[in-house]
């Protein structure tokens, strides 16, 4: 008998291949997501998480085309943990393992659970028993339950409770990664995308080609310099850099990423689509190559991406197709480098409803946090709590600028950061003297200006609006 899982006759089984033939896609391209026990633990979440749809309200519901909750529904999260053969795994995992398991599958989506209590569980596990009975346990790499089906015992899964980010750190940490990469699997399996792209060493292929390469056109003998070659090796640990401006920290950032999965951070929307278009267009030379490897992420990211795909002279169906099929890869953070603002990343911080896919993701990831003195107090605030965060999952971050308060470094070290920071500033000789400045106590005038301007920019600054009008009229 087949089950659907999907409105558009996509069965149980089918969709439950299709979460299995993610996993393998994440776990072959970031083996150092989680532990071995963990992708045993996350490879039976895929498993089990959509079992509980087999109860007949839900199929009514999908086969009559109803869409949202039904008032009397219980989500069939909670009901699929009634199928995990919990006695028989625990020989092989730890009830705090089991646990996390447990509370993966039943909250897999954010539900109301204050309509139901204890008793609804039970009478709704009770009816699951036959359509369970029909269905084809094979079909998903399982055994059918060798009992009669039951809640689970309160020490895996207690109904309408969560698990405590304080009380339950390792269960609570172990579950935010199981639900969090459980979540993002599910959502490439409904949406038919890709759930992560693989770098395989692309990108630092690319910065050999086109950022050193185009140096050494002008200079053969041009190489990384002292900067760039620390971030380099130092890909391994959190890092804190202050570089001068031009030293070509962007590529350095970049030679920290490797061949990881990273996310470029900056403060303000023009810089980061500036990054993005030099990335984009002087690194990767082809725009199917960038689309593969670097997306754009922030509030009016639809403007910029269309903007581009409509360049193309034969935009039609089939571009639209890839573009809306890019913005959906790039929103679901499946490219190997995104481009972004700090809100779309770091509100971690504040552990909304359905944080988790972002928080699991960073745990096996690497941040670049660039320019990090224009943030605002607050911002600085959920920053460092956001790295701490980070860190504690197991992801890197790497801080660069050219202006760093020392206070910002007592406040990493009293927030327990633990990272790696060079002697001194990295300075360019060359660009030992950026400015040369000169005190008139006097009144500029038109003249003295005009006899100082050699074909360069002049900024004039005046104390009012008249004086700069009066003296405009005079240069022009």
Known sequence: MEFLAKSNGETISEHTQNLLTQLEILKALYPQALTKTEWQLLQLACKYHDLGKMNDKFQDKIKNHKRGMEDDELPHGVLSTALIPFKELKDSYSIDDLKALAYAVALHHERDFS????????????????????????????????????IPSGKYFDFGTVLSATKDIAIYQEYVKLKGLLNRIDFAASGYYQVEFPDSGYLQAKLEQNALGKWRKNNPRADWNEMQT?????????????????????????????????????????????????????IFSEATEAKQ?????????????????????????????????????????????????????????????????KLATLGYSKVIIDEVQMYSPDLLAYLIYGLKMIQDYGGKFAVMTATLAPFIIDLFKEQGLQFTMPA??????????????????RQLNADEIVAAFHDNKVLIICNTVNKAMSLYDELV
Do not use: C
């Open 293 to 357: 490897h670097v997306g754009i992420l922030h509030s009016d990211m639809l403007q910029i991406l269309l903007g581009e795909f409509e360049k193309d002279d034969d935009f039609d169906s089939t571009n639209l197709m890839d573009f809306k099929s890019y913005l959906n890869e790039t929103r679901s953070w499946s490219l190997p480098l995104t481009i972004t603002t700090l809100d779309q990343v770091f509100n971690i911080v504040y552990r909304y409803r359905g944080y988790e896919p």
């Open 115 to 150: 309509k139901f209590d204890r008793d609804d569980y039970k009478g709704e596990v009770k009816s699951l028993a036959e359509p369970a009975g029909n269905f084809d346990f094979a079909s998903v790499g399982l055994q059918p339950p060798q009992k009669h089906l039951e």
């Open 230 to 282: 620390w971030m380099g090796n130092h890909g391994e640990d959190n890092i804190v850099i202050i570089a001068q401006t031009g030293m070509g920290k962007t590529e350095g950032g970049l030679r920290w990423l490797a061949n990881d999965k990273g996310f470029f951070t900056l403060p303000l929307k023009s810089a980061i689509n500036s990054i993005y278009a030099r990335i984009k267009n002087k």
């Open 424 to 441: 001194q500033p990295f300075l360019l000789p060359e660009l030992s003297q950026r400015h040369s400045v000169k005190v008139l106590h």
